[in-house]
């Protein structure tokens, strides 16, 4: 339906996109870290706030006492339900596969491809690999009784290359699935000595690529507020009405795009998917430099924080 030029992404980004795997990126990270920084196979089992201090227990029944406590644990935080009390989860539809192929694809390829009520996108990750994922709508915690890589190859079997190509490319073991939940708005971020980042506090589909960046823009500014900021709870309490705005809007939009993906009848679906094609390419190209690009990224300055 589409076929941008590559230059594009350039002219809305800003500079070339560059896919990196997750586990890679974390590797990264953690290397830049002080040794003995991160303690591993521990979960937050709940948390106490005690004036300026809060108590933190954990998986393996001891309890840690911190100057503040930074909630990065993920849509089912314990961390936001300290904060808000339950959030309610709902099954939005449709179920996603992601994994990778030892397959070396033409970037000219990369894309999308819609079909009535599923889609799949493939990016090159490097020059032997390949990203990819795939949707469908599905009853909620259905599992492939012959695995799901092979039920994607049959499924997908007659898509347009290099989708079919791609899946016979790829290990079992590299396969993921998971069912897409959203769930209810946390109303609070942030409380005293406590607060949410990432899917802890904005989980959101995955339709616009924003869930872990949207989680490194939160580590940035939640950085540069601590810096420009005496004390850690107010820090913690302008970062969470200055990043709200913004998190809003992508979380809403990213359920949109996969609503119409993923309407109910086939016959709306493929429509729907159709007549994107209708949107003029400029236009597309302005909004993916509004979600997406370096000038979409703003640290907090004395212009856009005068009123929090």
């Given at each position: 339906?589409?076929?941008?030029?590559?230059?594009?992404?350039?002219?809305?980004?800003?500079?070339?996109?560059?896919?990196?795997?997750?586990?890679?990126?974390?590797?990264?990270?953690?290397?830049?870290?002080?040794?003995?920084?991160?303690?591993?196979?521990?979960?937050?089992?709940?948390?106490?706030?005690?004036?300026?201090?809060?108590?933190?227990?954990?998986?393996?029944?001891?309890?840690?006492?911190?100057?503040?406590?930074?909630?990065?644990?993920?849509?089912?935080?314990?961390?936001?339900?300290?904060?808000?009390?339950?959030?309610?989860?709902?099954?939005?539809?449709?179920?996603?596969?992601?994994?990778?192929?030892?397959?070396?694809?033409?970037?000219?390829?990369?894309?999308?491809?819609?079909?009535?009520?599923?889609?799949?996108?493939?990016?090159?990750?490097?020059?032997?690999?390949?990203?990819?994922?795939?949707?469908?709508?599905?009853?909620?915690?259905?599992?492939?009784?012959?695995?799901?890589?092979?039920?994607?190859?049959?499924?997908?079997?007659?898509?347009?290359?290099?989708?079919?190509?791609?899946?016979?490319?790829?290990?079992?073991?590299?396969?993921?699935?998971d069912g897409l939940y959203d769930r209810s708005p946390a109303r609070h971020w942030a409380r005293g000595p406590v607060v949410v980042v990432g899917d802890a506090a904005h989980p959101m589909r995955p339709h616009l690529g924003q869930g872990g960046c949207q989680g490194l823009e939160d580590a940035a500014i939640l950085t540069a507020f601590i810096d420009q900021t005496p004390d850690l709870a107010t820090a913690f309490a302008r970062f969470a009405a200055f990043r709200r705005p913004r998190i809003k809007a992508l979380v809403r939009e990213s359920a949109w795009i996969g609503e119409i993906v993923h309407?109910?009848?086939?016959?709306?679906?493929?429509?729907?998917?159709?007549?994107?094609?209708?949107?003029?390419?400029?236009?597309?190209?302005?909004?993916?430099?509004?979600?997406?690009?370096?000038?979409?990224?703003?640290?907090?300055?004395?212009?856009?924080?005068?009123?929090?």
């Amino acid at each position: 339906m589409r076929r941008p030029a590559g230059e594009r992404f350039v002219t809305a980004l800003g500079e070339p996109l560059a896919v990196i795997q997750r586990s890679v990126l974390r590797d990264i990270f953690t290397k830049a870290l002080v040794a003995n920084t991160i303690e591993y196979g521990l979960a937050a089992t709940g948390l106490v706030t005690d004036g300026n201090r809060v108590r933190l227990r954990l998986s393996d029944a001891t309890v840690r006492s911190a100057d503040a406590v930074i909630g990065a644990d993920g849509t089912h935080s314990v961390v936001v339900r300290h904060l808000n009390g339950p959030l309610t989860e709902r099954y939005v539809g449709y179920t996603a596969w992601r994994g990778t192929a030892r397959y070396a694809m033409d970037p000219e390829l990369a894309g999308e491809t819609l079909g009535p009520g599923a889609e799949a996108g493939h990016v090159p990750m490097g020059s032997d690999l390949t990203y990819w994922f795939a949707t469908e709508r599905t009853a909620e915690g259905g599992l492939s009784p012959a695995g799901e890589l092979p039920y994607l190859r049959v499924k997908l079997a007659d898509w347009a290359e290099p989708i079919p190509s791609l899946l016979a490319a790829t290990s079992p073991a590299d396969v993921l699935r998971d069912g897409l939940y959203d769930r209810s708005p946390a109303r609070h971020w942030a409380r005293g000595p406590v607060v949410v980042v990432g899917d802890a506090a904005h989980p959101m589909r995955p339709h616009l690529g924003q869930g872990g960046c949207q989680g490194l823009e939160d580590a940035a500014i939640l950085t540069a507020f601590i810096d420009q900021t005496p004390d850690l709870a107010t820090a913690f309490a302008r970062f969470a009405a200055f990043r709200r705005p913004r998190i809003k809007a992508l979380v809403r939009e990213s359920a949109w795009i996969g609503e119409i993906v993923h309407l109910r009848t086939a016959f709306l679906s493929a429509g729907a998917s159709r007549a994107s094609v209708l949107i003029p390419e400029a236009l597309l190209t302005r909004h993916l430099a509004s979600v997406a690009a370096r000038s979409a990224f703003r640290l907090p300055s004395s212009s856009n924080t005068s009123r929090l």
